[in-house]
């Protein structure tokens, strides 16, 4: 039985018992049964040290088989993004493979506080997702939804996401523009395409309006936010971006060779 690689390290909070996934392949010509068990390590630069260790379950998989399973392990709270090993035993305490996770603290979303300054973070949020997050992270927050956009006095706002483009208000684009123009900078989700062929859109994009920015960034992009580091990650960055925009650049190219080719 072999524990197949992940094409990318998976993500987790740390400090709670998290799901991983892991894909097992039978490559042999019989059936093959074993009571696996698994290694969490937590690594350096140079060292892994042993977190813990505990039996998962008993496995058959047939010859040929390659097969989709959970595990819950329990990840130690870390301060900063921490990389971990976990490794898969057999019966024999033989390792047939090692799954690589990288841990976060369950607070990344902090930074928005830092990014939105001496301000309460604007936030227009119909779905209720980001609001409880973001008091978890001790963020002040404005609800946008009990006053108006163009209201607001802050520095950056996050609009979204919605259920559908029906629960958007039909000034809502109108407004976005007005609030970002006076130097607002404006994070704005948009809603799952209704579309059964949809059009073709980047992930994310960015608009100048006025003395401010709006990053315009699809639904899928923050999708899970409560339990995907990756998700919160980017929305820190959409933020950022929208604070102190950049126009894009093509790949391996310096500030400096950008500078030459516009002169």
């Known amino acids: 039985m072999q524990a197949l690689p992940d094409n990318a390290p998976q993500g987790v909070f740390s400090g709670k018992e998290r799901n991983i996934t892991i894909r097992l392949r039978n490559p042999g010509a019989n059936p093959v049964e074993a009571d696996l068990r698994i290694r969490l390590y937590q690594a350096s630069s140079a060292t892994a040290a042993l977190v813990s260790e505990a039996a998962w379950k008993k496995l058959t998989v047939l010859p040929g088989q390659t097969v989709l399973e959970s595990a819950t392990v329990a990840f130690p709270a870390v301060k900063a993004e921490t990389r971990f090993l976990v490794q898969w035993l057999d ?11 990288v841990g976060y603290p369950p607070d990344l979303l902090k930074e928005l506080k830092l990014l939105a ?6 936030v227009l949020d119909p779905l209720n997702q980001h ?3 973001l008091k978890a992270a001790a963020v002040d ?4 939804e009990d006053s108006e956009l163009e209201n607001y006095q802050g520095k950056l706002a996050i609009i979204g996401p919605f259920q559908s483009r029906a629960q958007m208000r039909e000034d809502l ?8 123009q006076k130097g607002v900078a404006v994070v704005w989700i948009q809603p799952p395409s209704a ?17 401010g920015a709006v990053v315009v960034v699809q639904a899928d992009q923050i999708a899970n936010l ?11 960055q959409f933020a950022r971006l929208a604070l102190r925009p950049e126009p894009p650049r093509l790949p391996y190219l310096t500030p400096l060779q950008y500078t030459n080719i516009a002169l």
Do not use: H, M, W
Request: glycine share 6%.
């Open 131 to 133: 609001k409880p997050l």
């Open 117 to 122: 300054g001496e301000y309460p973070l604007g």
């Open 91 to 101: 019966d024999t305490n033989k390792v047939i493979g090692v799954t690589e996770v």
């Open 141 to 144: 927050c404005q609800d946008l």
């Open 226 to 236: 409560a339990e995907s580091p990756q998700a919160q990650l980017n929305l820190i």
């Open 195 to 211: 579309e059964k062929r949809r059009e073709l859109k980047p992930s994310f994009y960015l608009v100048l309006e006025g003395e």
């Open 173 to 180: 684009p109108k407004r976005i523009k007005a609030l970002a």
